[in-house]
C-alpha cells in the first residue's frame, strides 16, 4: 500500500490525526513503515547495488590485470596500417638512423610531431643528446633501405654509405635524397614510453614532398605497397 493510501485509510478510521500520531500509529500497527523508513530502506538497497557494482569493478580489473599475450598483442597492432620513415640525427660528426613506424604529426600551432625511440637502440641516446633530428618518409621503391636500417648489429659508421643523403639545411641531420617529404626538428619534450622514449619535436624546417610515387607501407609485418582501387 502507498503512503498516500495508507494516510487515507488512516484518515477515513479515525478522523483528522496529527503528522507524529499518523507516524506512530503505523508504525505501531504495520512495523517500520514512515516516509523516513522508506527513504532509509531504499537508501540501503542503493548500498547494496553499489556493492554489487563494486564487485563487479573488481571482477573488471582482475581480467584488466590478467596477462597479455605479447605476440597476439603485434599480431594485432600490426592490423593498424601505417607509413613507414627513417629517423635520422648527427651527433660529434657521426650520423645515425633508424627506420620508423612509431611516427605521427601533433599540433600545427606550433607545428610539433613525434616519434618513438627504443631506449636499447643506439639511436635512442644519440637523438636525445643531439636535440636535432629528421624524419624522411620512405616512397615505395625503398624497401630496402627500410630494411637495412631495421637491421639490429649493422655498423654505425658508413650504415648510410650506400643511401643517397644530403645534410638538413637547418639542423644538418642527414636527408635521404630519394624521401617523399623530410621534415627537420628541434627536441621541445621527451616523455617515458615504457621501453621506448617519445621525442616530441618543433618542425623547424620542411622538405617539398616529391611528385610521382607512392609511399612504402607496413601492415602485418610485411612492406606493402599502396594500391588505388
Do not use: N
Not at 613506424?101 to 627504443?118: G, R
Not at 636527408?175 to 614510453?193: N, P, S, Y
Not at 624546417?205 to 607512392?214: C, F, L, Q
Amino acid at each position: 500500500m502507498s503512503a498516500v493510501d495508507r494516510e487515507h485509510e488512516i484518515g477515513a478510521g479515525h478522523g483528522r490525526m496529527s503528522a507524529a500520531d499518523r507516524e506512530h500509529e503505523i508504525g505501531a500497527g504495520h512495523g517500520r513503515m514512515s516516509g523516513i523508513d522508506e527513504t532509509v530502506d531504499k537508501t540501503d538497497e542503493t548500498v547494496d547495488k553499489t556493492g554489487e557494482t563494486v564487485d563487479k569493478t573488481g571482477e573488471t580489473v582482475d581480467k584488466i590485470d590478467g596477462t597479455v599475450d605479447k605476440t597476439a598483442f603485434r599480431r594485432a597492432a600490426g592490423e593498424f596500417a601505417s607509413g613507414i620513415v627513417v629517423a635520422t640525427t648527427s651527433l660529434d660528426g657521426v650520423s645515425h638512423a633508424m627506420t620508423a613506424t612509431a611516427f605521427t604529426a601533433v599540433s600545427l600551432e606550433p607545428l610539433l610531431i613525434l616519434m618513438c625511440a627504443e631506449k636499447i637502440a643506439r639511436f635512442h641516446d644519440a637523438v636525445l643528446a643531439a636535440g636535432t633530428w629528421a624524419i624522411s618518409v620512405l616512397g615505395e621503391d625503398a624497401e630496402k633501405t627500410a630494411a637495412w636500417l631495421a637491421t639490429r648489429g649493422r655498423p654505425l659508421e658508413g650504415q648510410l654509405d650506400t643511401i643517397r643523403h644530403h645534410a638538413g639545411p637547418v639542423t644538418g641531420a642527414p636527408i635521404l635524397d630519394d624521401a617523399l617529404a623530410a621534415m627537420e626538428c628541434r627536441t621541445t619534450a621527451v616523455h617515458d614510453g615504457g621501453d621506448h622514449s617519445i621525442v616530441v619535436g618543433e618542425v623547424v624546417g620542411v622538405s617539398e614532398p616529391r611528385p610521382g610515387g607512392g609511399p612504402l607501407i607496413h601492415y602485418a609485418s610485411r612492406y606493402r605497397r599502396l594500391r588505388d582501387s
